[in-house]
């Protein structure tokens, strides 16, 4: 099998399911951008040194994140008319938000409380964590738009939004257990 169709060479794709659309339609622009995000996690996980001192092992964590956002993707790459017709679409896992609140006080009981904003930076794979929180939040952005115009489960804007928090508080872990300082950004 080919890698390239050239069904896309005008500026259409198909939603998942067979519906026709158009590039730039949002449902595309938002699992466009969650490909992204999965994509900065994936590379957040590549540059986390072997030796990294967690209180818990952060690549299966990170695994399981990747997959969620991809059940996400194929639920947004499915227009609404045609996910009820099909049976194939995978199934949330129900406790995905919840381990994720697990998984934030865990990283929380660990690190100092913050008394201010912090700068994004820090080791290579505490910035891409930061970068992909960003991303988190522009998905999550992009879903919101998409839910004011088509129905989209309530269960991904809340997965993105706790999401976001538990990349924000993994970027500050790892630059912790990194020996990267914080640069807190302060008001002139």
Known sequence: MKIYTRKGDDGSTSLYGGRCTQKNEPRVETYGTLDELNSMIGAAQALLPQ???LPFELK???EIIQKDIFIIGTHIASHPDVEKKLKSLPEFRPDGITWLEDAIDK???NLAPLKSFILPGG????SMLHVARTVCRRAER???ALAEKEQVDPYIMQYLNRL???LFDLARLVNQAEG???LLW???
């Open 51 to 53: 030796d990294i001192d």
């Open 60 to 62: 299966p964590l990170l």
């Open 107 to 109: 990283i929380d009981d």
């Open 123 to 126: 080791s290579p794979a505490g």
């Open 142 to 144: 992009r879903v919101v």
């Open 164 to 166: 976001s928090d538990f």
């Open 180 to 182: 990267k300082q914080e």
């Open 186 to 188: 302060e008001s002139k």
